[in-house]
């Protein structure tokens, strides 16, 4: 069992602008301070909490009490969960601290603590009163999602009682922003920090382009052009990135056309054919990974920044690569139902022809194409099909264009979504999908075979690599209508 803790920081006051030492002493919201409560609010509302939490302070109440209308759920206060109370200055501005007893500031600069001043709570004190009251609330909800409303320094110093980290070092990281959210899950092994600080929230669109080397669309967004009709999208992973560098993959081997096809795709300006990019060439979202997926990305772009600069166009909107992996790699795995339910939309209640390689029996298995009408698959070979491009796209032609079609077949995939696009059908580069359902349904931790299916990930951002007969040996199925839905069947010898 474990309790999911969202921690914010109340909104902006006047006496935030005033730069007052603000502890028990209260103080006004101000015009933008709303505003923050608006955009914290749109940020959480997908967020089912069950208990929320706050401080004693009107500026912490009100910061959260648009979403415990929104819940249904009536506040929690504690004095536990108040900020430092900073004594006899409480309240003071610090230019007025600073005439009477400048070393408070100075000390301050040099530990990034307030200390020494008198009938002041120590830091050790407010992180000790703080992780026993948020202990006690995560104890109390195992199983459940709460929200708690608090203070700047009141949850710097929880937090660093958490992860251990001093306050000395990590200073901007730790500085609560006004609204700005932590979060963290707490088991019988204690707490487990998974955001922190995080104020994206408050950013626009031109601040988080000021921070990125390209312009690419969220998944979400992504989703949401999709949507409209006879927009398609050609998908670019690291693999197809590489693959224009000569590079070749295991379950694709190099070939010159193929780069070349991807390399006018990559830089094409087709009508209404969306090009997806993978969202961590913009370096920090690699913040939004977790484990060997954010040391390989990381990784990737130190060895591959200089290529990408020169292959990809800083002026070009591009969409996300990642519409078909939602799960497994990210520390916020918060929203993944919402998110299968939007992918869902894609293909409700549509003509769908799927196009894969064999074995790889998308949505066989599962329930992630249920809200399809109607389902046909052309089946092709899973290594290497670019050799049989031309007997691919011939079958799909005999198709109907009021089909959506489906493509989950590697760096082919890409090429024929492409082509298929400026034919006048709708595709969608869907690849990985059904394996990252998968992962989800099962609540992996880590990238697991699944019997029934083939993989392409072998070898592949941490995945164990295998020997080409045991990628290819994969177990039988017996499923009628899964075989009733099959159209055609391309193999490496035909």
Not at 162 to 185: A, C, D, G, W
Not at 230 to 248: M, P, T
Not at 322 to 344: E, G, P, W
Not at 398 to 418: H, Q
């Amino acid at each position: 069992m474990e309790t999911k803790i969202y921690i914010v920081r109340h909104t902006q006051t006047i006496g935030n602008v005033e730069k007052r030492l603000l502890g028990r002493v209260d103080s006004e919201i101000t015009k933008d301070g709303y505003e923050y409560i608006n955009k914290l609010v749109e940020r959480l509302k997908q967020i089912k909490f069950d208990k929320i939490y706050s401080s004693t302070s009107g500026r912490a109440i009100k910061t959260v009490q648009p979403i415990a209308e929104i819940n249904n759920c009536k506040i929690i206060t504690s004095d536990n969960l108040c900020e430092m109370d900073f004594g006899i200055y409480d309240g003071w501005k610090w230019e007025e601290v600073d005439k009477v007893n400048p070393k408070i500031r100075k000390l301050h600069e040099e530990t990034n603590e307030i200390m020494e001043i008198q009938q002041q709570e120590s830091s050790q004190e407010v992180a000790d009163r703080m992780y026993k009251e948020i202990e006690k609330i995560a104890k109390e909800n195992f199983g459940n999602t709460v929200l708690i409303s608090s203070h700047g320094v009141a949850i710097e110093a929880f937090l660093r009682k958490v992860t251990n980290e001093p306050f000395k070092i990590k200073r901007e990281e730790y500085s609560q922003k006004n609204t700005s959210i932590n979060e963290l899950i707490y088991t019988e092994k204690g707490f487990k920090l998974i955001k922190l600080n995080d104020i994206e929230h408050l950013q626009t669109r031109e601040e988080n382009m000021k921070n990125s080397k390209f312009n690419i669309a969220s998944s979400e967004e992504t989703i949401q052009k999709l949507y409209e009709p006879n927009v398609s999208i050609a998908r670019f992973g690291d693999g197809e990135l590489s693959y224009i560098e000569k590079i070749g993959l295991y379950f694709q081997p190099y070939n010159e056309e193929l780069a070349n096809r991807l390399k006018e795709i990559l830089n094409s300006n087709v009508p209404n054919l969306l090009i997806g990019l993978p969202i961590a060439l913009n370096p920090q979202n690699c913040e939004l990974y977790e484990g060997f997926a954010k040391e390989y990305w990381v990784d990737w772009l130190q060895k591959n920044e200089e290529k990408m600069e020169k292959l990809i166009n800083p002026n070009k909107k591009y969409y996300s690569a990642q519409i078909s992996r939602f799960y497994l790699d990210y520390k916020d795995k918060s929203n993944v139902a919402n998110y299968v339910k939007m992918l869902k939309e894609l293909w409700n209640d549509r003509d769908v022809v799927i196009v894969e390689g064999e074995k790889s029996r998308l949505g066989v298995g599962n329930d992630l194409f249920d809200n399809m009408r109607t389902i046909k698959r052309i089946l092709c070979p899973p290594e290497n099909a670019f050799l049989k491009y031309d007997s691919i796209l011939e079958e799909i032609k005999k198709t109907s264009k009021n089909n959506l079609i489906l493509l989950a077949l590697g760096p082919t995939a890409t090429v024929l979504a492409y082509d298929l696009h400026k034919l006048g059908y709708k595709a969608i580069d869907i690849g990985h999908v059904d394996i990252e359902y998968e992962w989800y349904l099962r609540k992996a931790k880590t990238k697991i075979k699944i019997e029934s299916k083939y993989m392409g990930e072998q070898g592949v951002m941490g995945a164990k690599a295998e020997s080409e007969e045991e990628r290819l040996n994969i177990k039988d199925i017996k499923d009628e209508n899964y075989e009733k839905q099959i159209i055609a069947r391309i193999t490496s010898i035909n």
